[in-house]
Structures are given as structure tokens and as C-alpha cells.
């Protein structure tokens, strides 16, 4: 079983695992149909980027829309920011997989808004202006805030960004086989042109009527799933569990486990926890990461100072709340239903994180794969995921050009004097400069193991982040010092917990699995339980972690026996039928050796990870536990070892200007 | 009105922001804690409390599928209280003190 491979730290499309589909999932036949939705999707995108245009000449209209949008309006264009591909086809892919564990996702991302809500959303409004940076510099040295600041925007965001973008190129080939290299380069094209000529005001709409599709395509979706049992909650739980194909998923899963359990058992278990996250003490580190990296997300900050004031941006939250949280409800019956009416085995054959199940079941739902509806079903939940992906990138790059031209080119380099021509151009060239980095590492990052990198993205904001944020907006000792330390220690910390974690390919373990699915392997002895040796070993491998026990197993024979076996046998088969289903085998079994194969040809002579080691040292696959208080500890430790006058003199007026919203950057004039 | 004609030393230890400030925070806090403490109970109730969260309770629904989907009405009862409290008294107080920043000295 290959599914430790796609254990990733967050759900998103993992592109090492992808099973390959020839040609995409559209035939040819209907591959105009595709192409029509997906351009009217571009094209619609294309005129509010040329409407926007029109409207963007000042820096507050390319970073913040002129703080001209609505909480409404907001609350949409954040959760078009938010449901990113990971969350959209990578939990209903993990729900269609795992079932019950899938979901436990959902409920983390829609927590973590409470946090922006109560302490984040508000007062970075009323005393910031474009990005991090000039929240920070507000009471700390500007200089040395902006610069730190901006640093983290880049990072946080080209972890994001390259995720979506291989994520993007890899959903793009596996629906309509389109070449990875084209697809990324158009996300890339069109990113740019949203963000380069529309600023704020087209990323803003690109990002609300993406989500709106989203959100309309989830509804259909459900409604046509759960139609047949009457809308009945039960009723379509009951026939999840009564269903063959996830019964045979979960056996697969459980593994020798399954043999004492009646079939209602194994449908029942997948509504049960423990599928898919087995380690506790991973899942509160994620949970961690979750509930307080959102609300240190450059890309999400920012949208806060597209509206006119605070309780515009209480309301936006309040929106995005009710927005996110509903369609992370639908998840449920959208991977349930995956699972149902299209069968998890299936899912796993287009690829294995799950990734498609959303679209699939759109085709499925539509009347097919031979029928118009259902390729026009499929294309337009793909456009949608497109869409999703290219207003998201669009997001990351306004955040990370922001940082690049106002915080340190304006702000650091020219000292704040910049004419008002000068700073749109500088946010116009850093985007294009961005752009094209993004285009470039997302070709470069073809068939890489990107799964880790929206994990390290959370894990970097949730740990350098938010203390520096947190703690300058309400603790009177914070200085310069602090924020430094800790936004540099936080996020090195949790980046380097996360290059020596299992998210990471280790060849041997991708050696010795190849070599169990070609050769097979021996009977083992069955292992008793093994008890921890401290805390400290269920985080770090220098001694005993707590490990089940482990039941003997039978020697299992390799793919390559397997398929001599088989051919020796279909040569006397007389029955159609059965020779049938014998080379449908016979072809999965050559796959599985093929990819066997590639994986030893790959990692030959490697036996270290790229950071050298041969194993994972940290067991966990979140860094938060760890880094998220040590980042909090060093904004402490290092503003109580510095002395900065300004911070402290700056206390009562950042104090009252965040609670009051006196002085706040106001609209501009329409 | 420029930037330096506040007094906000004295805009800080004026009772009427003090008031807002000590209310905002103690509520502020409690949701704050509320919520996580509510979150952090589904991992550890999964990992450690499996049987109970295995519970059938209507037809295949569960203990476990109940209680994430409680966790969703919670965020949003959470949001929709702070949204009115802020809303109705926050923003009144800070109202106040807002008109009456450029007299406090």
C-alpha cells in the first residue's frame, strides 16, 4: 500500500502522486466543450480586469482597491482568497478517501477566522495602511520592521504560491492533458494581467466571482448527490455504509483488521476518526497551525485595507465566515458522494491524493463520461479549480509585489520619498518580476514532492508571524528587538522542523517500497506494542516513540510474479469475461511495476534527503507545536533584552488608534 | 485635524477608553479561549476518546460527525455574538471617545 506517500502535512494536490491519465480525464470528442467554458470563465475574468484597469492609478487603488470595497463584498473576495485548489479538491479528494478524517480538516480552516475576527482583523485595519510591514513598522524601527516583514511575505507566499502553481499545472494535464509547462505558464499569464493592470480592484473581483462559481458549483454538486435520498441525512449515510466500493476502501485501509468485521462494520468505520491522521499529537500541531497562521497570512492581512474602515472589516470576517464555513459543509457530501457514486478506487486511478474526486463526480453526476452534460459538468467545475487557482496565485503575488516595491523599495531604500507615479510603477514592475518567478518555479518544480509547502506556508505565519503581529498590537514591552528575533526564529524553526519531517521523500523508504511492490514481501513476525521513552521521543527520533502493535503478516507476492502468474493463466482462459477482467489486471499490475521501476531508476545511489538525512529526525509532520511558542517566546526574550524608545513612545498612540480608529487610512474619494 | 494634536497618553488614561479597554478585553479573551479550547477537543477527543465519538445516535450519524459539525454553529455563534456586541457597544464607546478625542488633553 503506497498511501504513506500522500500523507501530506495539509491536503492539496500532491504532484508526486499523481497516476497519470493518459490524455486527460475529457475525451477528445468533447475537449470544445471544455475549452468554451474555460474560455468564457478567462474571458469574463479578462473584462473586469479591463473595467479595473481604468480604475487603478494610485497606490491605495493597486494595494487596497481604494479601501473602497464592502464587508460583503470582502467577506466573498476572502473566500475566493482562501478555497484555494488545496482546500476545494483536496479535502473532498481526503473525505472521498478517508472519510470522517477528511472532514477534520475542513473544521480547522473555518476556526482559524475566529482568530482574524477577534484580535487580528480590526486593529490592523485601523493602524495599517498596505501591507505587514506597515503594520509592524508602526510602533517598531520602520526600517528593520519593513525589511523583516517583507522578507516573511516573500517566503510565506512563494511556499503557497508554488503549490498552487504545480498543483495547478498537474490538475490542468490530469483533466484536459494539456502539457504542465503551458498550463503553468498561462496561470502565470493571466495572473499577471489580473494584477499588473487591474491591481487590487480586478484581483478583488476576480476572487468574488470565482468564489460565487465555487460556491454554485458545490450547491449543484450536493443537491444532485443527496437528491436521491430524499435529502435525508441518515438516508445517505446509510448508503455510504452500505456501499461496496468504500466497504473495499476501508478494508484496504485497516488492513488485517478488516478480517473480523462485517461489511456494515467497514462502511460504518469510515464515518469514524482514525483513517487518516493517527498521530494526536500531529493533528493539535496542525491545529495549531491552522487556527493561528491564517491570521498571519500576508495575502489575507492585506484584503483587510481594501475596506473603508474597521467594522467593514468585522463585517468582511463575519461574511467569510459564513461563506467558508458553509462551503466547507458541503466538503462533506461533495467527498462522501465522490466515494458513493464514483467509488474511492476509481478516484485513485486519476490520482492518488484524491484530487479529482470533485470533478469526477461532476462528470458522473452530469450523465458520464459519453454524455454532453456530464463533460459540460466536468469542465465547469475544472474551470472553476482553474479559476480558483489563478485568483489565488493573483492574491500571492499582489502580497509579495507589495512587500517588494512599498516596503522595501519605497520604504526602506527610498525612505518613503516616492512620488505617487514611482510607487505604482515600482508595485507594477515587482509584480511582473514576481510573476515571472512564479512561472519559473512552478516549471522547475514539475513532478516535485510540493506537498509539504502549504503546510510550511501556515507553519511560517502561525509561528514568525502572528507573535511579532500579536504582540506589538497588545503588549506594551514589544519592541523592534523582539519582532525580529522571533519572526526569524519562528520561521526558521518551523521551516527546519518541516525539511527534517516525514513530508520530505527519503529514497531509501521510496527504495525499499519499490523493491516490496516488485519483489513482494517475506511473512513477519508479529510485533508487540512499544511504549514511549518521553514527550521528547514522540517529537524527535533519538529514542523510543510510542508504536502499536503490529500483527504477523503473510509473505505477499511481487507485482512481477504476480504478472507472470497472470499471463501464464489467461493463456488457457476460454471465458471472455473472465479474460477480460484478467488483462485489466494485467495492465494495472504492469503500471504498478512501471512505476516501481521509475522510482529505483529515480533514486538510484541517493540515500539521503535533500537536507542528508536518511530518515526523518522530527517525527511530526506540523512544526507548530514546537515553533509557534518558541517564535512567541523570542519576540519576548529579544524585546526585554533591547531597549527601543520609539516602541514604548509609540504605545498609547497605537493602543487607542487600534481600539478607536482614529487617524485610520480613510476611503479615497470616489 | 493633524496627527499631533492628539494627547494620546491622555486619550489612554482617559476612564472612558479605560472602560472600553476593560471590556473589550475580558470578552475579547473569553471568547478567544472559549473557542479554542472548544476546537482543540475534536483532535484530542478523536484520539482519545474514539468509543465515545463512535456512538451511532441517528441511523449511521455519530457522536463524532455530530460534534464536528457543532464546531461550525460554534464559530459562527461566536462570530455572530462579538459581531453584535462590537457592533451595538464597542463601536458606541469608541464613538464617543472619538468625538471627544481633540478635548481630551
Known amino acids: 500500500m503506497n498511501f504513506k506517500q500522500i500523507l501530506s502535512s495539509l491536503p492539496l494536490l500532491a504532484a508526486s502522486s499523481l497516476a497519470f491519465a493518459e490524455g486527460g480525464a475529457v475525451a477528445d470528442e468533447w475537449k470544445w466543450l471544455t475549452f468554451l467554458v474555460f474560455g468564457g470563465i478567462i474571458a469574463l475574468t479578462m473584462y473586469i480586469t479591463f473595467w479595473a484597469s481604468k480604475r487603478v492609478h494610485s497606490t491605495t487603488e493597486f494595494y487596497a482597491a481604494g479601501r473602497s470595497i464592502s464587508g460583503a463584498q470582502n467577506g466573498w473576495a476572502i473566500a475566493g482568497d482562501y478555497l484555494s485548489a488545496a482546500s476545494f479538491l483536496g479535502i473532498a479528494g481526503l473525505i472521498s478517501l478517508f472519510g470522517y478524517d477528511g472532514f477534520m480538516y475542513s473544521v480547522g480552516f473555518l476556526v482559524a477566522y475566529i482568530t482574524v475576527l477577534l484580535v487580528i482583523a480590526e486593529p490592523c485595519r485601523n493602524i495599517g495602511k498596505y501591507t505587514l510591514g506597515d503594520i509592524l513598522a508602526f510602533r517598531n524601527n520602520p526600517k528593520a520592521s519593513k525589511t523583516i516583514a517583507a522578507i516573511s511575505t516573500i517566503t510565506v507566499s512563494i511556499f503557497y504560491l508554488t503549490a498552487q502553481m504545480v498543483g495547478g499545472g498537474v490538475l490542468i494535464k490530469t483533466l484536459i492533458g494539456i502539457d504542465y509547462e503551458v498550463s503553468v505558464i498561462g496561470v502565470g499569464i493571466l495572473m499577471l494581467a489580473y494584477v499588473v493592470f487591474g491591481g487590487m480592484v480586478a484581483t478583488t473581483w476576480v476572487q468574488i466571482v470565482k468564489a460565487i462559481l465555487l460556491v454554485i458549483a458545490s450547491l449543484v454538486l450536493v443537491a444532485l448527490v443527496w437528491a436521491p435520498y430524499g435529502f435525508s441525512l441518515p438516508g445517505f449515510l446509510d448508503g455510504v455504509v452500505h456501499n461496496d466500493g468504500i466497504q473495499k476502501q476501508v478494508a484496504k485501509l485497516i488492513g488485517n483488521a478488516a478480517a473480523n468485521m462485517t461489511p456494515e462494520e467497514l462502511g460504518q468505520r469510515f464515518l469514524e476518526p482514525g483513517l487518516f491522521l493517527k498521530n494526536p499529537i500531529d493533528q493539535i500541531s496542525l491545529g495549531m497551525a491552522l487556527v493561528l497562521g491564517t491570521a498571519g497570512l500576508p495575502h489575507i492581512l492585506m484584503r483587510f485595507f481594501t475596506v473603508p474602515n474597521a467594522k467593514e472589516a468585522r463585517k468582511s470576517v463575519v461574511w467569510a465566515m459564513a461563506i467558508i464555513g458553509g462551503f466547507y459543509v458541503l466538503t462533506l457530501f461533495l467527498g462522501m458522494g465522490a466515494a458513493l457514486n464514483v467509488g474511492p478506487a476509481n478516484i485513485i486511478a486519476l490520482d492518488k491524493g484524491g484530487n479529482m474526486a470533485a470533478p469526477i463526480l461532476a462528470q458522473y453526476l452530469g450523465g458520464g463520461a459519453d454524455s454532453m452534460m456530464g463533460n459540460f459538468f466536468l469542465a465547469f467545475v475544472a474551470a472553476v479549480a482553474f479559476a480558483t487557482i489563478v485568483a489565488v496565485v493573483a492574491g500571492l503575488v499582489l502580497a509579495s509585489a507589495s512587500a517588494m516595491a512599498h516596503d522595501i523599495y519605497v520604504g526602506v531604500i527610498r525612505g518613503n520619498h516616492a512620488s505617487a507615479e514611482e510607487q505604482v510603477k515600482a508595485a507594477r514592475i515587482s509584480s511582473v518580476i514576481v510573476g515571472i518567478v512564479a512561472i519559473v518555479i512552478g516549471i522547475a518544480a514539475k513532478g516535485q514532492n510540493v506537498a509539504h509547502l502549504v503546510g510550511m506556508a501556515f507553519a511560517v505565519a502561525a509561528s514568525g508571524n502572528l507573535p511579532a503581529v500579536f504582540l506589538t498590537l497588545y503588549w506594551k514591552r514589544c519592541n523592534t528587538g523582539g519582532i525580529v528575533l522571533g519572526m526569524l526564529v519562528g520561521s526558521f524553526s518551523a521551516i527546519g522542523l518541516v525539511m527534517m519531517s516525514p513530508n520530505l521523500t527519503y529514497p531509501q523508504a521510496v527504495i525499499k517500497e519499490a523493491k516490496a511492490v516488485l519483489e513482494g514481501t517475506p511473512a513477519k513476525e508479529a510485533v508487540a506494542a512499544k511504549e514511549s521513552a518521553g514527550f521528547v521521543c514522540e517529537l524527535f527520533a533519538v529514542c523510543q516513540n510510542k508504536e502499536g502493535a503490529k500483527p504477523a503478516t503473510e509473505a505477499k507476492p511481487g507485482a512481477i510474479e504476480k504478472l507472470a502468474k497472470l499471463n501464464a493463466s489467461m493463456a488457457t482462459m476460454a471465458d471472455p469475461a473472465a479474460l477480460e477482467k484478467a488483462k485489466k489486471d494485467a495492465g494495472k499490475l504492469e503500471k504498478e511495476i512501471k512505476k516501481a521501476q521509475d522510482d529505483l531508476k529515480k533514486f538510484e545511489g541517493q540515500t539521503t534527503s535533500i537536507v542528508g538525512l536518511e530518515k526523518p529526525f522530527f517525527r511530526l509532520k506540523n512544526p507548530g507545536i514546537l515553533s509557534i511558542p518558541l517564535g512567541f517566546l523570542c519576540v519576548i526574550v529579544g524585546s526585554l533584552l533591547f531597549r527601543d524608545k520609539r516602541a514604548e513612545e509609540m504605545w498609547d498612540e497605537l493602543y487607542v488608534r487600534q481600539n478607536t480608529g482614529i487617524h485610520a487610512e480613510g476611503a479615497t474619494a470616489h | ?105
Open chain 2, 1 to 105: 485635524m493633524s496627527k499631533s494634536e492628539m494627547n494620546w497618553a491622555a486619550i489612554d488614561a482617559d476612564p472612558r477608553f479605560q472602560a472600553l479597554h476593560a471590556k473589550k478585553t475580558r470578552f475579547l479573551w473569553g471568547l478567544m479561549i472559549l473557542s479554542m479550547a472548544y476546537y482543540f477537543l475534536l483532535p484530542i477527543g478523536t484520539a482519545y476518546y474514539a468509543d465515545f465519538f463512535k456512538t451511532t445516535i441517528w441511523g449511521p450519524f455519530n457522536v463524532g460527525l455530530l460534534f464536528a459539525l457543532s464546531q461550525f454553529v460554534v464559530a459562527w455563534v461566536i462570530a455572530a455574538v462579538y459581531a453584535k456586541r462590537a457592533n451595538t457597544e464597542f463601536d458606541a464607546m469608541a464613538q464617543e471617545i472619538i468625538n471627544d478625542a481633540h478635548n481630551i488633553k
